[in-house]
């Protein structure tokens, strides 16, 4: 009776040290009546007190995209010129002209935007707990138009698996899995079919 009393309890701490991963929140305002085969990413916008975590989220969320087969994704410095030569500034949201201007030289179908709500790292005793929140929307380029829009947040503890196992620790591996989520809803497949 003893033994199966410990296996119930230890069962029951498993079981509760397990958290669910919620998906994304995914709006599809439009669906997309082409393909996308080639996107550029703008800057993102950092609302969160995290210094340089636009660059940081940025720089991740690209390399995560760069997995996608088949998709075509503008270089970073390429857009920075692009936003200097055009004068608009990091925080600012490109108008319907500049859009069009942009996607005409970088020779891209649609642009990628976001902002980041929330970002920090929370020193606790042991370990750092990291906080993620991002709003990104895709752009069809031709219209200007919102495709799709997900909003994602999430904490390292989201992650984890048993007891302490699976705790994202870090604001960059955090970023990395947050940008692999959004990638996954939005790109399925895991790749892109162009002609």
């Not at 995209?65 to 608009?88: A, C, F, N, P, W």
């Not at 942009?102 to 935007?113: E, N």
């Not at 990104?136 to 919102?146: D, K």
Request: charged fraction near 25%; aromatic fraction near 6%; include cysteine.
């Amino acid at each position: 009776m003893k033994v199966f009393s410990l296996l119930l309890l230890s069962w029951a701490l498993v079981l509760s040290a397990c958290v669910s991963h919620n998906s994304p929140e995914v709006q599809n305002i439009s669906p997309p009546s082409t393909v996308l085969c080639s996107i550029a990413v703008l800057p993102l916008v950092n609302d969160s007190d995290y210094q340089q975590g636009g660059v940081i989220v940025y720089r991740i969320f690209v390399s995560e995209l760069h997995k996608v087969k088949g998709l075509t994704i503008s270089q970073e410095g390429d857009v920075r010129k692009l936003y200097r030569q055009m004068r608009i500034g990091p925080k600012d949201t490109p108008n319907l002209d500049d859009l069009k201007i942009l996607a005409d030289r970088l020779r891209v179908q649609g642009f990628v935007r976001g902002r980041i709500v929330k970002m920090r790292e929370d020193k606790g005793r042991l370990e750092a707990r990291p906080i993620l929140a991002l709003n990104l929307r895709m752009i069809n380029a031709a219209t200007g138009r919102t495709m799709m829009t997900i909003y994602n947040s999430r904490r390292g503890e989201d992650y984890r698996s048993i007891m302490h196992f699976g705790v994202v620790n870090t604001i960059t591996e955090l970023a990395r899995v947050v940008s692999d989520e959004i990638i996954r809803q939005w790109f399925p497949a895991g790749e892109v079919k162009c002609q």
